[in-house]
């Protein structure tokens, strides 16, 4: 050995010209192949793989060095490391003409790799058409529903790979249908689970069992769903599947797709009658899936198809006590705006305010409690002719408003200026705030001076509850201040009430908007 003939690589167990044989095997060079094999390189060294020159111009489908090489090696069922050989390589990667020549050279034609993998598989699960043909129709004892290790058939292999052409040559050669490999999976749940619509179609066409399951008690509906595989879904349901088949664990197809899918398979399964409301085996809806995984457009959808909200799951948690743990305000708020009982404890006693305020989720806080206050006042002020604001522009969010910059700008200073340590509290209760209210506002700590910023979040929770009812907050301010015996304080926004009338008397008479009045 010469220096210039070291090993490849330390990885590797190949000196350079063998590595080179092997290349020039795989490029079909064999000008090259000879030159080499007059210096003496091995022609069946093998790599760290166990593959050599053979293997490469077989998978390559190289087929003039496949015939040099014939010339020196006949261990024609050599495998590699894979338990592949020669023979299904070629079929793998579909070179029928390297297959020929390999069958009529003596190649072992029931050859299997360490998968148990056999030519037909090889050809099915790569979708070969041509090399399926020459095997049906050229080989002798060819087994056409032989399976492999894990028990699947060449047809379930080209299901399950997308191989329209293949499956239904396979169809149409006799193949059974209905065989289960060792997780129980036929053919047609295999196309479902991998979102091959068109096979699934055509296998559905053959009059098999569309709610057949699995291992996991999982029907073709449960796989496209939890693959989030919209056109199949939609095939299935077109075909009268079982829509609320429970799998093992008791999920329907709605747990799957509001944990893997999105609001357009949602609204496919809504539209079909799916139970909204099913709970599995930890009592978990689709909706705590999906407030879980913070799909806000699922959760939208599962709302506005009228799910329950107050379902529990086995720790007792609603979907709103899941988004107060996880800080969603998004879906905090549009459960909110929906209308649900605040009061629902977990199995640890707490309400989904006190689960909010223990994450230390402020905004979330602060919406619950709006959301509280809400549907007090609206309980007392709106009769049953009266329209509800839930459902239109009611919005539980910190509020940005140019409008009420302003008052939001007055509040500000009361709370961080005037008020004195405690006297947001009594505040808050001569306005009605609950002491759970309170509690969860003062659960926030940012140092010695964290009234400032308690205080000024209850204003600002009592500044949206007037807005909401329509009345004027400059004066409700002036009368909570008089209330907790401030006036002091109250004195001076005295000028900023008579301001405020003054605007009244201008709008009379100029027609200046109601938003400046209302919140100058």
């Keep these: 050995m010469t220096m210039e003939d070291g090993l490849v690589s330390e990885d590797d167990i190949l000196l350079r010209s063998e590595k080179e044989f092997h290349d020039a095997a795989k490029k079909n060079d064999t000008d090259r192949m000879q030159e080499l094999i007059k210096r003496g390189v091995d022609i069946k060294v093998k790599?760290?793989?166990?593959?050599?020159?053979?293997?490469?111009?077989?998978?390559?489908?190289s087929e003039q060095a496949l015939r040099l090489l014939l010339d020196h090696d006949m261990d024609l069922d050599d495998m590699?490391?894979?338990?592949?050989?020669?023979?299904?390589?070629a079929a793998w990667f579909g070179h029928l003409s390297i297959l020929k020549i390999l069958v009529s050279t003596g190649a072992k034609l029931t050859s299997e790799n360490k998968n148990g993998l056999n030519l037909l598989h090889c050809a099915a699960q790569r979708g070969h058409i041509s090399v399926l043909e020459y095997i049906m129709e050229d080989l002798e004892n060819v087994r056409l529903n032989k399976v492999d290790k894990s028990g699947k058939t060449a047809f379930h292999l080209a299901a399950e790979h997308g191989h329209l052409e293949v499956v239904e040559f396979l169809i149409g050669m006799g193949c059974a249908h209905d065989l289960k490999d060792k997780e129980e999976n036929t053919a047609l749940l295999l196309a479902a689970?991998?979102?091959?619509?068109?096979?699934?179609?055509?296998?559905?066409?053959t009059g098999e069992n569309i709610d057949e399951r699995n291992i996991d008690g999982m029907t073709a509906l449960h796989l496209a769903a939890e693959g989030g595989h919209y056109e199949c879904i939609r095939l299935l349901l077109e075909a009268g599947c079982n829509v609320n088949e429970l799998t093992h664990s008791n999920r329907t197809a709605l747990h799957l797709v509001a944990q893997h899918g999105s609001g357009r398979e949602v609204r496919l399964l809504v539209q079909a009658g799916i139970n909204l409301d099913s709970v599995d085996t930890q009592h978990t809806s689709a909706l705590h899936l999906a407030v879980l995984n913070n799909s806000t457009e699922i959760v939208k959808d599962l709302i506005n198809a009228g799910c329950d909200l107050d379902i529990f799951d086995n720790r007792l948690q609603t979907a709103l006590h899941i988004a107060a743990e996880h800080g969603r305000q998004n879906i905090a708020e549009m459960v909110l705006i929906s209308g649900v009982n605040l009061n629902l404890l977990d199995k640890q006693?707490?309400?989904?305010?006190?689960?909010?305020?223990?994450?230390?989720?402020?905004?979330?806080?602060?919406?619950?409690?709006?959301?509280?206050?809400?549907?007090k006042w609206e309980k007392e002020n709106v009769t049953?002719?009266?329209?509800?604001?839930?459902?239109?522009?009611?919005?539980?969010?910190?509020?940005?408003?140019q409008e009420t910059q302003h008052i939001r700008s007055i509040l500000w200073k009361l709370s961080t200026k005037y008020l004195k340590p405690g006297e947001w509290k009594t505040l808050a209760r001569h306005w009605k705030f609950s002491e759970a209210h309170i509690r969860a506002i003062e659960h926030q700590w940012t140092g010695t001076k964290s009234y400032k910023e308690h205080g000024h979040r209850m204003l600002l929770i009592w500044l949206h509850g007037v807005i909401t009812a329509g009345e004027n907050p400059i004066k409700g301010l002036y009368e909570g201040l008089i209330g907790i015996s401030r006036i002091d304080l109250a004195g001076k926004f005295i000028i900023t009430v008579h301001a405020y009338n003054l605007y009244r008397i201008l709008k009379h008479h100029m027609c200046i908007s109601d938003s400046i009045c209302r919140f100058f």
């Excluded at 991998?194 to 559905?204: N, T, Y």
């Excluded at 006190?354 to 709006?370: P, Y």
């Design 47 to 61: 790599n760290k793989m166990d593959r050599k020159a053979l293997h490469w111009a077989a998978g390559a489908g």
């Design 80 to 89: 590699d490391s894979f338990g592949m050989n020669a023979l299904l390589l």
């Design 193 to 205: 689970k991998q979102g091959h619509s068109d096979v699934l179609q055509k296998i559905m066409e």
């Design 349 to 375: 006693g707490k309400t989904s305010l006190d689960v909010a305020a223990r994450g230390n989720h402020v905004n979330v806080v602060d919406m619950i409690i709006k959301a509280d206050r809400f549907y």
């Design 384 to 401: 049953s002719d009266s329209d509800s604001l839930v459902g239109t522009s009611l919005t539980f969010k910190q509020d940005h408003q």
